[in-house]
């Protein structure tokens, strides 16, 4: 583990390079002895701001550090007791009433080494480091609470242990992830609200994993406790749709008055895996942030409480931080919260749990402050809530506050965490409560007595023991809240639902032209110049259209009537394949331009920008953002469909299972670039059968479009139509150049999206044909091609573009045009245990008729997705195309005869 306590020596060489050295001196020194002795004092206070953290009294439970860190002494930095009532010059120390040195030195141990470890001189921005200097070592002049503030702090100490104690006996042994030895969560969380007001603030995002999300639902949010005591009896009140989820994943939304401002709470649903919402959290309140003025998007603020294992040890908390600061994903400053029990679930933080002094150094990679508070001191923690919000709001960057405490039962309340940790828990035995201790402050303070310490004990049981909302400043809805509003259209509609995604000819002209104008002295690179060109010709139905320009197409159709639009991905803005272009680069200057943009003054808002090279963060964020508004088309796009495994936590827990835990809709586009071309297993496959396998009760739509017109009208599909899902589109590669896979111009002034395309080359009779294949993608085109060549005419190829929901009516009316077809045969290019057989084939046998017998041709069983070898691609490629048109003979064992 690292030790961070630098020497002296060091901190004042630090302290040099940020350019910190000048100061002016009061008096003159007198003598050599008395200036060595004055520069002794500025490199004490230097030190204690650099390092006075290591040396805090942070811990509750009293416990050594592990890398013990002992106190300053004055013959450190040459001097001496004989020196403690000299008066020196404190230099920028501004600590109040410290003239000597007795002064000074108590003040830096009661500033920096109390319960207050403070971790700011590693930022590089002199102003904010002297911001934060200044509000520290002048809180003392803050500090001085009224008596009635302080038992305010105590009864939300309080309500944050009778709840849990009050659980604890009425449901003896059930999982519930207690706050107790955490409390000072809930008078935290009621300060930053209160102080949120101060600022006006329309919303706070609330994200939180298990760790006292219950007693944040009742003594914060508002959740009456009858519906709670409902759910521990498993009454959960689900819709039919739903499967429903644990009481501690549950979220939560309610308006609090503040003395400014109403302020609305939102707590995200969340899954088990711990840290996978706050990208989510990031993406939900950018949306709110866009939606807003840019004036007021600070008015947005999005809170994370993490656990200090989980802090450390999870990368999407890294990834997430390095979100932070860059442009497609910044939120404008985010307050962390660690919950900060000192152990995760059995491993100690100090041999175990990570490989540093804090579980918070990840944030300096950000140069975000980090305020280590003791959470025994609701006065330190309350002030240093407020400080933290400040300081967000001053400088619009994350701000980190470790709130350190203890987990008084196990990892869940059936837990026995004597086994591993006898020391900790002995010790935890034997501590009061956080309650109980600051109860006993007061009561010597002379702010209160004992029997108003009792009633508030008696009142608070006697509300939860009523049902009651405890909450203390819940405003009462008036109606439906503002998201049942907002997606209340939306929660009974189906996938056959209408929708008209055509449009005109003169509609393509004249958003084309708006496409293609580009402003006055900005030059387009060669290439894009040609794509461009090209463009032209296919709006005028010159040559066929291609993949990017029927996308941007539906792009422009929609942001045109006031769709917002947000597409992201690593490289999207030109597009991996070179096919989008929808960001232009100035070739003589440092600029870019967006013809999307510029549709109209009344279009939706069109955001393009290229990800942090992340794929779960990233991901996670799009379906945030995506959560907060139906009427948005929201799309991600993967480099190559493969780099999705990086983001299967967030589509297991989020995207595939949101509805059905939380009724919680998503409109979300993925976009994953699918096909076997010989470039290998990692840029061959977007696992399209992970996805199918999680398909249920309609909550996903699988599309693998396979023309041009045909991603015009999907897309336009997604928002034009009532139903929303995710929708997962298996992308091409090679078809995006492919002129078999250009559509004519009048495939986009009618019709729609075929969830079947039809049989419709060549001379094909539908009573000669004695075999029909379906499949999907590219390899449509690789059989038809094939058939072309060796004039096969007694084949007919039918497409599934939509995979799920399963279209059977329309496969089933497209099958019964071959009446003399005795072999109905899928053909796939992905080896047999991938791609769609094994999820979809109980579909297709339910779409075939009595008699008829369904084969599969597909690679053999493969552990990765695609050969390595182009030379082996190619064989395996040709057989299955041979297989697939009975050129060659399909293996017995892979047929099922209905």
Known sequence: MNNNSNSHEDVISRFINYGESNFESNTAPNSPTQSAAQLGVLRLIYAFRFSGHLRATLDPLKRPRHHSTPPFTLEEFGLSEADLDTTFDMGSYQGPNCNTLRELFESLNKTYCSSLGVEYMHIPNLEERKWIQTKIETMSLEQNESPEYKKWLLQRITAAEVFEKFLHNKYVGQKRFSLEGSDTLIPLLNVLIEHSGEYLMNRICLGMAHRGRLNVLINIMGKRAEKLFKEFAGDLGLSKKQTGDVKYHQGFSSDIKTSKKDVHLALMFNPSHLELVNPVIEGYARYHQDKNNESDRQKILPVLIHGDAAFSGQGIVMETLNMSQSRGYRTMGTVHIIINNQIGFTTSKQTDARSTDYCTDVVKMINAPVFHVNAEDPEMVSFITKLALDYRMRYKKDVVIDLMCYRRHGHNEADEPAVTQPLMYEAIRKLPTTRANYANTLMKQGVIDQSEVDAMIADYRQELKDGNRVAYNILEPKNKRAWELLWEDYFDSTWHDPYKSAISKKHIKDLNKKLQHVPD?????????????????????????????????????????????????????????????????????????????????????VQIFDSILSEEAALGFEYGYATANPESLVIWEAQFGDFVNGAQAIIDQFIASGEAKWGRLSNLVMLLPHGLEGQGPEHSSGRLERFLQLCASHNMQVCVPSTASQIFHLLRRQV???????????????????????????????GKFRDVYEEQYDNIKPKKVDRVVMCSGKVFYELLTRRQDDQINNVAILRLEQLYPFPDEALQSELAKFTGAKDIVWCQEEPINQGAWYTSRHNFMESIKKGQTLHVVARELYAAPAEGSVRMHNINQSHIIEKGLGIQPINKARSIKK
């Open 521 to 605: 002295g900005f030059e387009v690179h060669p290439r894009v110049k040609k794509m461009m060109s090209e463009r032209n010709k296919m709006a005028n139905d010159k040559i066929n259209a291609d993949w990017g320009f029927a996308e941007t197409l539906a792009f422009a159709s929609l942001t045109e009537v006031g769709v917002p639009i947000r597409l992201t991905g690593q490289d999207c803005g030109r597009g991996t394949f070179f096919h989008r272009n929808a960001v232009l680069h100035n070739q003589l200057a440092n600029e870019d331009y967006t013809p999307l943009m510029n549709i109209n003054e009344n279009q939706g808002r």
């Open 720 to 750: 034009l139509r009532k139903f929303r899902a995710p929708l997962i589109i298996m992308s091409p590669k090679s078809l995006l150049r492919n002129p078999l896979a250009a559509s004519p111009l009048f495939k986009f002034t009618e």
